[in-house]
């Protein structure tokens, strides 16, 4: 967020290797509510972080979906505004890994999209609107359908491309 330096890490299903534990508890043991520096993506991380200690911040939804709008509405609280956003499929990794990693690089965030757009994410995208000066579509027309770049585009008020 806002540029600071991320590492991914994996879980084991809801356990963490001892390495791992060991480098998200020496995190976690200065980060705050006020200044998170641990965040737990998922009910899997979130599971696993429980007993490292300090403080870590979970992100969980009811789906992938709910989870990642959790998350991009967190960084935006966090940075003051989301300027430019990526938009991908959460049903498949390709196209979200590279815009995932793009996202992180331009200092952008990653919205995930299903078969169909969910309320909640054009609430999200609606939300964040405003502030937006860029949003870019990874994928195809048969990963993420003209139909919900049309949604997309209609809820950013003409900002996706």
């Known amino acids: 967020v806002g540029g600071t330096p991320a590492a991914i890490l994996p879980t084991d299903d809801k356990t963490l290797d001892p390495a791992i534990a060991a480098y998200v508890r020496s995190k976690a043991a200065g980060s705050t509510l006020a200044a998170p520096k641990v965040w737990a993506v998922g009910g899997q991380a979130a599971a696993a972080s429980v007993n490292v200690g300090g403080y870590v911040q979970s992100f969980?939804?009811?789906?992938?979906?709910?989870t990642d709008q959790k998350?991009?509405?967190?960084?935006?609280?966090?940075?003051?505004?989301?300027?430019?956003i990526g938009v991908a499929t959460g049903a498949g990794f390709p196209d979200a890994l590279t815009g995932g990693a793009y996202a992180a690089n331009a200092g952008a965030q990653l919205v995930t999209v299903a078969t169909a757009l969910d309320p909640r994410t054009v609430q999200l995208l609606q939300q964040l609107q405003p502030a937006l000066l860029a949003v870019s579509v990874f994928g195809g027309p048969n990963v993420v359908s003209p139909s919900i770049v049309d949604q997309v585009t209609r809820a950013v008020k003409g900002k996706a491309g």
């Open 60 to 66: 969980v939804g009811v789906d992938r979906y709910e």
């Open 71 to 84: 998350l991009v509405r967190a960084a935006a609280a966090m940075s003051g505004g989301v300027l430019r």
